[in-house]
């Protein structure tokens, strides 16, 4: 019974995950794959720089609330094993996003989804991480820094207050930093683009 049941919520938090709100919401607005443009990343930052605040906004918010309903249909499959349930359901979606079944397993950096399912996880904890990260941003005007930095407090903070999720903790870290290792190379190199820089269409 708990096979299938792990079976369904992966299957379930993949398919979630898989689904692209920037290039959805690209495709509404502008009629733009955001794909094609800047980074190249169908996420948050780019749909920014690429369609502006509002789309950027949409996209944010649609990509937390998959996070959010892969943990919450998780908890509702498996009521016997939380943890296990939570943790199943965060990995499942992350993965989904990151290497989408719908867009030839071509997706974005994890950041928001991540983000969202810890936030059904615990909410106090991933509340502060989001203001960690946000004053990052603020200080060093960064996005990818903002989320890189996020990460690496999201494993500590979860080690000290909720170790039980020491796996998921990590794997979005290194998700992350995986699918930023280009990102690191332009911060090293000087090269990475600063939040409100926007591209310019041809």
Known sequence: MKALQILLILSVGYLIGSVLSALVIGKLTNGVDVRKYGSGNP?????????????????????????????????????DDIVLAQTLGAVAVICGHTWPLYFNFKGGKAAATSWGAALAIHPTIAIAVLLFAVLVVAIKRYMSLGVMSGAFFYLIIVLIFAREYWFLALFILIVILIRHRENIKRLINGTERKVGERIRFK
């Not at 749909?47 to 918010?61: D, E, K």
């Not at 649609?62 to 249909?73: M, Q, R, T």
């Open 43 to 79: 996420g948050t930052t780019n749909v920014l720089r690429t369609l502006g605040v509002l789309p950027a906004i949409s996209v944010f918010f649609l990509d937390v609330f998959k996070g959010i309903v892969a943990v919450i249909f998780a908890k509702i499959v498996m009521q």
